[in-house]
């Protein structure tokens, strides 16, 4: 019988072998850039109203709140608080 064919890395080629990003990953935003991203935009289309911007994101006002911490986005000057 012939011994089964096992993948490892001494058996991959050194395109992918060992290597952190390949050629067809470079330059891609990752989730949390896209998040980001699309949150601010999001918060600029609505004029920062935080409760209509997490309904369009689909997400608890609460939530987005602590989004706003995480990535350090504050209010532009000239745009008053929603009440």
Do not use: C
């Amino acid at each position: 019988m012939s011994e089964p064919h096992v993948l490892d890395t001494t058996t991959l080629s050194d395109a992918f072998a060992g290597r952190e990003e390949s050629h067809l990953v470079a330059n891609v935003p990752t989730l949390e850039e896209l998040e980001r991203v699309h949150i601010r935009y999001v918060l600029e289309r609505v004029r920062w109203h935080q409760g209509r911007a997490a309904a369009v994101l689909g997400i608890s006002s609460k939530t987005l709140y602590r989004k706003i911490r995480q990535y350090g986005f504050k209010r532009p000057h000239g745009i008053p608080n929603e009440r």
